[in-house]
């Protein structure tokens, strides 16, 4: 992986995903937001379900597509955070760093409980 590729994520806020389709088996792909939190890059959204969540749950493999920064479409792998004391410590950082996810009108619980939130790990 070139050093334009390996820095993107850093500068970056959205990238595109994609699944295989937990029914269809069909490749899915969906623009999303996401965050560096301790040097790790995590998947997240407003409070609500998401198929791609569904998706990565049936099946953690993805494709993550930088579009910012660089171009590359990385292979990885996605860990969904479920404790809610990691939950609240990766939402909190998230709510401090970005004005909009503060702007809305869900409070840190509802954070908490309801946004899609998934580690990612870049496979070789």
């Known amino acids: 992986m070139d050093a334009a590729v390996r820095q993107a994520p ?3 806020l959205t990238c595109d995903i ?13 623009e999303l937001w996401y965050f560096l939190v301790d040097g790790r890059v995590y998947l997240t959204g407003t409070p609500g379900t998401r ?4 998706n990565l749950r049936a099946n953690p ?7 910012e920064g660089a171009r590359a479409d990385l292979a990885a792998r996605g860990l969904i955070i ?8 990766i939402m909190g950082a998230v709510m401090a760093s970005n004005s909009w996810f503060r702007a809305q009108h869900f409070d840190m619980e509802a954070w908490v409980a309801g ?10």
Do not use: C, M, Y
């Open 51 to 54: 198929d791609w969540l569904a």
């Open 10 to 12: 850093a500068n970056g």
């Open 82 to 89: 479920s404790d809610l004391a990691e939950r609240r410590r």
């Open 61 to 67: 493999h993805f494709i993550f597509h930088i579009k």
């Open 18 to 30: 994609t699944t295989v389709g937990r029914t269809s088996g069909q490749p899915r792909r969906i």
């Open 115 to 124: 946004s899609p939130l998934v580690e990612v790990s870049f496979e070789a």
